[in-house]
């Protein structure tokens, strides 16, 4: 499960663009629409419309489009002598309404600079989804020594909407500077912007602050006394070298709201106004109702770590954020650089409900504030959580103890158990399964208090491959390289008819060990994302399902299928279909669609998910809780709980073909360091907790109390946004206030009761 069929391209990146102004070593021309359409050609369907209207600064283009069927785009030629061989930056202005994945999975509103070498065709892009007002896009672009031609292209690429475009500019960037700075890392500077070459792979540093944001800090003469403020950013991912805090994010106070049992943080950031040698951050206890109290050590107190960190699984673009969460300890702050403080709170179980209060105390060099901390515990039991489970490949047990705990301690209810778990041997005309493996992790597994259906993943898609290995038929069929394994391919009717009796009998023996060993129940997981017609892997599905239902008929399966027409050819043998939640709340009509398919086909459709590829605290709260249950799906899975390895090299997520994609890392001394975005997870999965419960107790409900709660609940559904409809508002502080209002619902239908 290493790569996703669904990747969205990254969203806009801030810009430093200001007035109208169109610099002399302007590769295009009339980018300001001032003179209409001038110098740009257009491509429309018959559902598009390309026009220049009045924009904020005069004139504008924009473009809509009713037909997903074709792109509506301007383009205009650039010279390819004046850009062979160099890197060039685009800037613009862009706002956009009501862009929806289209027709492909890649159907955005779309910068694209399309050139052609000897080679073929090259298309460096960024994409845009939603509603969004006016931001800025700055993005560079390297280009070959051997461009022949080349073509800007703005629109929407078989999708619908309308964006508009307003300041293009693309220019040369020129070399300042370059030097060698660590092991195979070589760092150009240019006049424009920083340029990382990693052992032989080249990354454009980008400056991801909000155009929005705020460039200056007015303090008050206690700041100013003090040496600093102390602030919260609505999403701690966007905490970027260089932030400065608007008066509205500067706190005086803390609020927190949690259940007994639950786990929430206090996040906030130190901004220096002058260098700071000593910074600590301590929590007291908190004191309640009857005189109870919440002992400090409830809080696990951390600080955000910056590292360099790649903007995407492929991307070629980093940016330098406090990803790592480290134990908090005395540090230094400079003013460029605010630090991010994380302090989770776990109530404990047996807490009583009310009010509790305390402070947090920031220090820096003999100067100090106290931030009183308020805690409402809600007279409220959380119920059990939906399915939700994350994708583990590990083939040494010795850790999973460790691992699993750290799992569910964010939320997780089970596991994915992936990779070759079950090495098989031939023994005459039978498949031997070898299960020590398996059975340390599902001791594991029930050691931290896993309960919940296993998903088991034992053979890495190979079983089919490699019972023909085993039988000596291999050589009959083709090979392809999975992810560093040979997998034998096949087409529909190929397999040997001799092996299907040994497949069914390697599944029953699974199934037939998990209810000796006293497993948790087992949902199978033989291969993994069929989705592309012409690949490999449909023909194997259909082979491997179909075998596993014949050998046990009452058993379940589960499979990462990601539209409902490969859904369809799968449907006699699945169960669980995962498939990426985000398309299923795009509108309306997507979910009412995945709805009326399940109803007709039966069985459940989980989401899925890549948070780790992006590394954002709301993406990932987002994905793990409020969208899932927009979507209606009964369970979610993400990509993917990977060994936590140290981190050790500031260079370490840009060094290989992909980003390296971990929730969690190790410390010296052998801990576990948790990521903000992993933090994401575990406050989205509360969110859908919330919700969960809150469903039940309408459930358990009778006469006007159901009646009222069950319009609060379609009030709370209703307040998160169809993706379609998602606007700047649309965040952390307004999926916080969902969930207060769950829980004064949950609470009087609880009392209720």
């Known amino acids: 499960m290493a790569k996703p069929e669904l990747v969205l391209v990254v969203f806009c990146l801030a810009a430093t663009t200001s007035g109208k102004a169109i610099p002399a070593e302007d590769l295009l021309a009339n980018g300001d629409f001032e003179q209409g359409l001038e110098g740009w050609q257009r491509l429309k369907p018959p559902g598009g419309t390309i026009e220049v209207v009045p924009g904020p600064r005069g004139g504008c283009a924009r473009l809509s489009s009713s037909d997903r069927s074709g792109s509506t785009y301007l383009t ?26 289209g027709t492909y999975p890649y159907s955005q509103a779309k910068v694209t600079l399309v050139w052609r070498d000897g080679q073929g065709e090259h298309n460096p892009e960024v994409g845009f989804l939603y509603t969004f007002d006016w931001r800025n896009v700055d993005v ?50 240019y006049d424009d912007g920083v340029v990382l070459h990693v052992d032989g792979r080249e990354f454009t540093k980008v400056d991801m602050r909000p155009a929005h944001a705020p460039t200056s800090f007015e303090p008050t003469p206690d700041e100013e006394s003090r040496g600093f403020a102390v602030f919260r950013t609505e999403n701690p991912s966007a905490l970027f070298p260089g932030t400065v805090p608007s008066r509205g994010e500067v ?9 007994p049992g639950q786990y929430e943080p206090v996040a906030f950031a130190v901004f220096a106004l002058r260098p700071l040698d000593q910074v600590t951050v301590a929590a007291s206890p908190l004191v309640g109702p009857a005189g109870a109290v919440i002992p400090e050590a409830a809080f696990d107190a951390r600080m955000g770590r910056y590292v360099i960190q790649r903007v995407g699984y492929t991307s070629p673009d980093y940016c330098i954020v406090p990803k790592l969460l480290i134990r908090s300890a005395a540090v230094a702050v400079a003013p460029e650089r605010p630090q991010l403080y994380w302090l989770t709170l776990r109530v404990p179980p047996e807490a009583a409900a009310g009010e509790y209060t305390g402070a947090v105390r920031v220090e820096a060099d003999g100067n100090a504030v106290s931030l009183p901390l308020t805690l ?13 489970m994350l994708f583990f490949y590990e083939s040494n047990p010795k850790d999973a103890e460790l691992y699993f705990r750290d799992m569910r301690e964010h939320g997780m209810t089970s596991v994915i158990l992936a990779q070759v778990q079950a090495p098989l041997r031939r023994e005459g005309d039978r498949a031997v399964v070898d299960f020590t493996t398996s059975d340390a992790f599902v001791d594991a597994y029930r050691k931290v208090g896993f309960s919940d259906p296993l998903v088991y993943n034992p053979f890495h898609d190979r079983l089919a491959t490699i019972l023909l290995d085993l039988f000596g038929l291999a050589d009959q069929f083709p090979a392809v390289e999975n992810y560093g394994e040979t997998i034998r391919t096949f087409r529909d009717d190929e397999y040997p008819e001799s092996l299907h009796a040994t497949y069914r009998q390697v599944v ?23 989705n592309e017609p012409a690949d490999w892997r449909p023909a194997a599905a259909r082979l491997e399902y ?20 490969m859904m369809e050819r799968l449907d006699p043998w699945l169960d669980v279909r995962a498939c990426p939640v985000v398309p299923l709340v795009t509108d309306a009509r997507a979910r009412q669609e995945a709805q009326d398919y399940v109803r007709r086909a039966g069985g459940e459709i989980w989401g899925i998910d890549w948070p780790a590829m992006w590394d954002d605290f709301w993406r990932a709260r987002e994905v793990a809780g409020l969208l899932p249950a927009k979507a209606g799906v009964t369970g979610m899975t993400a990509w993917t709980y990977y060994s936590p390895a140290p981190f050790t090299d500031e260079y370490d997520d840009l060094r290989g073909e992909f980003k390296h994609c971990l929730f969690t890392y190790r410390g010296a001394d052998g801990e576990l360091i948790p990521t903000v975005t992993w933090e994401g997870i575990r406050a989205g999965a509360t969110d859908w907790r919330y919700l ?62």
């Open 376 to 388: 409402r515990v809600p007279a409220l039991r959380l119920g059990r959580s939906r399915p939700w």
């Open 692 to 753: 969960v419960t809150l469903e039940e107790a309408v459930a358990n409900a009778t006469g006007p109390d159901r009646e009222r709660g069950m319009r609060v609940l379609e009030e709370v559904l209703a307040g998160i946004p169809w993706r379609a409809e998602a606007g700047l508002d649309w965040g952390n502080d307004r999926a916080t206030q969902l969930r207060a209002k769950m829980a004064e619902e949950i609470v009087r239908l609880q009392g209720a009761r």
């Open 508 to 530: 029953v023996d699974i199934y037939e060990h998990a209810r000796q060993a006293e497993w948790p129940p087992t949902l199978f997981f033989p291969v993994d994302e069929p």
């Open 140 to 189: 560079v672009w390297p280009i070959g020594e051997d461009c022949t031609a080349a073509t800007l292209s703005l629109g929407m690429h078989t999708t619908t909407g309308t964006v508009w475009f307003d300041d293009v500019v693309l220019t040369e960037s020129e070399l300042a500077s370059e030097e060698l700075v660590a092991g195979g890392v070589d760092e150009q500077v």
């Open 251 to 259: 706190v005086d106070s803390l609020q927190l709201l949690a259940a």
């Open 546 to 565: 179909r075998l596993t239902r014949e050998a046990v008929p009452t058993e379940r399966t589960f499979c990462t299928v990601y539209s409902i027409p």
């Open 76 to 101: 205009q030629a650039v010279d390819p002598e004046r850009i062979r061989g160099k890197r060039v930056r685009l800037r613009a202005r862009m706002k956009a309404e009501g862009v929806t994945i």
